[in-house]
């Protein structure tokens, strides 16, 4: 377990879950208040940006992110949390 807010996540760390999930806008949190307040909502995002910014603003990466068995759970949609807890039982 790691408290972003406190110990940031790294490079090599997002870019493991970038490998495990495929891209890094999925790991990219849209309901941030930064994503507002930056006005990223009217730019259009590439990878490499998605990247920076998680990297560079911890609220940016969409949490939780659940690892079990080498599968990777990404927020807290309805469907995310029932797909863990079946992952857990």
Do not use: C, H, W
């Not at 891209?23 to 730019?43: I, N, P, Q, T, V």
């Not at 590439?46 to 759970?73: A, Q, S």
């Amino acid at each position: 377990m790691q408290d972003i807010k406190f110990e940031k996540i790294t490079p090599t760390q997002l870019d493991e879950l970038k490998a495990m999930a495929g891209s890094y806008e999925s790991l990219f949190s849209r309901r941030a208040l930064k994503y507002k307040e930056l006005g990223l909502k009217d730019k259009k995002l590439e990878e490499k940006d998605y990247r920076k910014y998680i990297l560079e603003e911890y609220t940016f990466l969409k949490r939780p992110v659940v690892i079990i068995k080498n599968k990777i759970f990404i927020g807290s949609e309805k469907k995310t949390v029932e797909a863990l807890t079946e992952a857990v039982i």
